[in-house]
Nanobody, 126 residues
Framework: QVQLVESGGGLVQAGGSLRLSCAAS????????MGWFRQAPGKEREFVAR????????YYSDSVKGRFTISRDNAKNTVYLQMNSLKPEDTAVYYC???????????????????WGQGTQVTVSS
C-alpha cells in the first residue's frame, strides 16, 4: 500500500508556471507507474499525464502536451508535474495516483490507478 501527498498548488497568473510534487510513503515507490489527474468544478476528473516505473516513458493529454512535464525521483519517492504557460482552463484540483499493474493496456482511466492523493488546488487567473 502507498500513501500519496500532493503539494505545490497555488494561485498563478496566466502564462506563469507551477511545479507540483507528490510524495509517496513506503519503500516500493519504484514499482508503481504514476499519474496526474485534475478535476475542475462541475467537471469529471480527467487524465493529465503518466510516467512509467523507471521514468523512461511519459504520456500526456492533448490539452497539456508541450506545456506540462511529468518526472519522478525514485530515490526521493516523489513524482513531479512541471506546469508552464498556464491557462485559466488549467484551473482545477490536481491529484496524483499510483498504478500497481505490471502491464497497462489502458492508462488514462480512473480505474487504472489503485491509490490517490488528496489533491492540491491550482488556480490560474486571467
Amino acid at each position: 500500500q502507498v500513501q500519496l501527498v500532493e503539494s505545490g498548488g497555488g494561485l498563478v497568473q496566466a502564462g506563469g508556471s507551477l511545479r507540483l510534487s507528490c510524495a509517496a510513503s513506503g519503500r516500493t515507490f519504484s514499482t508503481y507507474a504514476m499519474g496526474w489527474f485534475r478535476q475542475a468544478p462541475g467537471k469529471e476528473r480527467e487524465f493529465v499525464a503518466r510516467i512509467s516505473r523507471r521514468g523512461r516513458s511519459t504520456y500526456y493529454s492533448d490539452s497539456v502536451k508541450g506545456r506540462f512535464t511529468i518526472s519522478r525521483d525514485n530515490a526521493k519517492n516523489t513524482v513531479y508535474l512541471q506546469m508552464n504557460s498556464l491557462k485559466p482552463e488549467d484551473t482545477a484540483v490536481y491529484y496524483c495516483a499510483a498504478d500497481s499493474r505490471i502491464t497497462a493496456p489502458t492508462m488514462r482511466g480512473l480505474g487504472d490507478y489503485d491509490y490517490w492523493g488528496q489533491g492540491t488546488q491550482v488556480t490560474v487567473s486571467s
